[in-house]
């Protein structure tokens, strides 16, 4: 069987995406300052020269990083966002997909130390998080109408307070879960779904993309 020779952007993309990964993977081992090229390099099976030849710099990694990250994340949400009938189910399921991905994703768990890291040390890369989360507040903005139109949520609620609300709440468990990771996700997955009125899923959540 003859084999079929990758392109240059294909090769270009698999090795940024590896490292990426080895990025992510590093900073839950040795945390934001911890993340130095030398470890991503060595993690990767790469240069150090290729982390500096893609990236540029610390601030280029974390902003790739952090959009690569929200980017699987969102893909996620959107193939279980294609089975919800309602608005309301659709909301919900964008909560319930962000507690799984916690819990089963040690990509997405990177994510929020690096945002911690960029907070608790007053780094200007904590820009490309604002920018990350409007994204994830115009998405719900987006699924609170729906509902609003198609009646299974209030009328009279303001789409951009409930969605910051919404956004505000994954944080807090986000972070909360760094702390204590034993922390029953399970549970309050069950809880958010049954205060809405809506069951427990049975939809599986597709692994992230390696």
Not at 145 to 162: F, K, Q, S, V
């Amino acid at each position: 069987m003859t084999k079929v020779r990758k392109t240059q952007a294909e090769r270009r993309q698999q090795s940024e995406q590896g490292l990426l990964v080895a990025a992510a993977e590093v900073v839950l081992e040795h945390g934001y300052t911890g993340a130095t090229f030398d470890r991503i390099s060595e993690r990767a099976g790469y240069s150090r020269g290729l982390v500096t030849l893609r990236f540029g710099s610390k601030d280029g990694l974390v902003a790739a990083m952090i959009e690569f990250l929200g980017n699987q994340l969102e893909e996620i949400y959107r193939e279980r966002l294609e089975t919800a009938r309602s608005g309301r189910e659709k909301m919900l399921d964008f909560v319930d997909v962000f507690m799984l991905r916690l819990e089963e994703d040690r990509l997405t768990r990177a994510y929020f130390v690096l945002l911690a890291g960029a907070l608790g040390n007053l780094l200007p890369q904590a820009r490309y998080f604002l920018e990350q989360h409007e994204k994830v507040k115009q998405l719900l903005v987006g699924l609170i109408r729906e509902g609003m139109a198609d009646g299974t949520l209030r009328a009279n609620i303001d789409p951009e307070t409930a969605a910051l609300a919404l956004g505000c709440f994954q944080l807090g468990v986000a972070i909360q879960h760094q702390l204590d990771p034993a922390m029953p996700l399970d549970a309050m997955r069950a809880f958010v779904r049954g205060f809405a009125g809506l069951p427990q899923p049975a939809t599986p959540i597709s692994p992230a993309p390696a």
